[in-house]
């Protein structure tokens, strides 16, 4: 069963309408993560929760906020998408936060900007 | 900036071969992680590795965490086409703060 769950799993959208991608986890972590990973490309970590607790990375733009209402779900939220970003968005979580601990990911939802 | 490089970026090789693909660093990590990612898949967990000279075997995978701790190496022996995605390693600094910190990857097809 799969245990880190991203919706919808391929998302169109217009240039500059707001974007929502959702994801839900049934391990009960206290970390969830969103990346961002475009084409050839590593996957680049935009923030994490720990908890109720935000964590933005420092180039992570403003236009991208999120959302952690309970343990279970996390959001992604593209106020006014440009075409630059249109990428694979995964979602992962972990037990702890730390380098040492694994990360579990989701099936990622790709984002088309038109 | 603290980058791992990954070598090959691709790699295409017939089925039955084997390959070996370089995770480089010149930061030290506490552990390297691999990880396969399928196509429109998300990246799945391979093995962590955390003692300098560390060696571990996942069946025809065979993973080594160089005795500095700045680099790590993924040998496959017989290749099959299941072995086709994209192999990412990650480095971790350990304790609490931080997060993984994710090499381009090296991109392997195996062809029947």
């Known amino acids: 069963d799969a245990m880190v769950i991203q919706n919808p799993r391929y998302q169109v959208t217009q240039f500059g309408k707001p974007v929502t991608l959702s994801c839900s986890q049934t391990l009960n972590h206290n970390v969830m993560y969103w990346y961002q990973q475009k084409s050839s490309q590593a996957p680049k970590l935009l923030f994490h929760?720990?908890?109720?607790?935000?964590?933005n990375e420092a180039d992570t733009p403003d236009n991208f906020q999120s959302r952690r209402p309970n343990t279970s779900f996390c959001f992604l939220d593209i106020r006014s998408p440009g075409l630059g970003d249109a990428a694979m968005y995964l979602c992962?979580?972990?037990?702890?936060?730390?380098?040492?601990?694994?990360?579990?990911f989701g099936q990622g939802t790709r984002l088309t900007v038109v | 900036t603290q980058l791992l490089e990954q070598s090959p970026q691709f790699l295409s090789i017939q089925e039955g071969e084997n390959l070996t693909v370089y995770c480089n660093s010149s930061s030290v990590f506490s552990s390297l992680q691999w990880y396969r990612q399928e196509p429109g898949e998300g990246p799945v967990l391979l093995v962590t590795v955390v003692t300098g000279g560390e060696v571990k075997k996942l069946k025809r995978l065979t993973f080594q965490f160089g005795d500095a701790r700045k680099d790590s190496s993924l040998h496959i022996t017989a290749a099959q086409p299941g072995d086709t995605g994209l192999y990412l390693c990650a480095g971790g600094y350990g304790g609490s703060q931080g997060n993984l910190i994710f090499g381009k990857g090296t991109k392997l097809s195996v062809k029947p």
């Open positions: 929760y720990y908890d109720k607790d935000f964590n």
């Open positions: 992962a979580t972990s037990r702890r936060l730390g380098g040492n601990t694994e990360a579990f």
